[in-house]
């Protein structure tokens, strides 16, 4: 079966850090993608970041760039998503999704490629 669980989230001040984590089982794991997304009330899905697990090359939305990184322990099976300098615009549930990584590239930023997704985290910024 496969699983995707994220925690890491929580109440955070703007200017603060937080560090998700993303523990997948089910399939193997140097053959997805893993991104990260995030859904505010009343917006569309976004999608945050991702990394090809079977070479680390990783992509990021304009919106998180030089704030959040994106990294993976392939002996745990878990991605990380550090997330430094918060701002109340961050504030959404963040969800994990795992694609394959054939064709990877910044399509990833997309939901379209993924196949399995998380029940999400929610992390809120407060002003």
């Known amino acids: 079966e496969v699983q995707l669980v994220e925690s890491g989230g929580g109440l955070v001040q703007a200017g603060g850090s937080l560090r998700l984590s993303c523990a997948v089982s089910?399939?193997?794991?140097?053959?997805?993608?893993i991104g990260w997304f995030r859904q505010a009330p009343g917006k569309e899905r976004e999608g945050v970041s991702c990394?090809?697990?079977?070479?680390?090359?990783?992509h990021y939305a304009d919106s998180v760039k030089g704030r959040f990184t994106i990294s993976s322990d392939n002996a745990k099976n878990t991605v990380y998503l550090q997330m430094n300098s918060l701002k109340p615009e961050d504030t959404a549930v963040y969800y994990c999704a795992a694609a394959l990584s054939v064709g990877y590239g910044l399509g990833y930023l997309h939901s379209l490629p993924y196949l399995y997704w998380g029940q999400g985290t929610q992390v809120t910024v407060s002003s």
């Open positions: 089910g399939f193997t794991f140097d053959d997805y993608v």
């Open positions: 990394i090809n697990n079977s070479d680390g090359r990783t």
